[in-house]
């Protein structure tokens, strides 16, 4: 027979995937099934994780957009080719350049939720140069 897990099952399996991926939650809310994690050593800070089912969410802000500028969105989106988990997005104001991942609550497994994290700590290395100057623009 097959049972269903709680909100309260996922929230406590992403909490013990964070600690045994040797990450610090800087915040938990449990009320609105939120954590904002970091890690230091792979630039990742202020990562928002949202249980909301079906899907555990993934955002971290990366840099404003101070004007439109064409060749930062298409490099953007070039570059998204090239992850392996989530991508570049925009937030409503089209401003806020953020980090996005989605995963299936109903499936989720450490190897995933691994390579999510893998996936932002590996763009913010490689990419961060790119990072920087588009945030001068």
Do not use: C
Not at 32 to 41: G, N, P, T
């Amino acid at each position: 027979m097959y049972h269903q897990l709680t909100m309260k099952d996922h929230f406590a399996i992403v909490r013990s995937y964070i600690k045994k991926l040797n990450y610090e939650i800087v915040k938990e809310d449990v009320a609105k099934k939120v954590f904002v994690i970091k890690r230091d050593d792979l630039s990742i800070h202020n990562l928002v994780i949202g249980i909301n089912a079906p899907i555990a969410i993934f955002e971290q802000f990366i840099f404003r957009i101070h004007k439109n500028h064409q060749a930062i969105y298409k490099n953007l989106l070039v570059k998204n080719r090239d992850m392996v988990h989530g991508a570049f997005v925009l937030d409503q104001t089209g401003q806020l350049v953020i980090f996005r991942d989605t995963l299936q609550l109903a499936n989720l497994d450490f190897n995933e939720f691994e390579g999510t994290l893998n996936s932002l700590g590996l763009l913010l290395s490689e990419y961060s140069q790119k990072i920087e100057d588009f945030s001068k623009f």
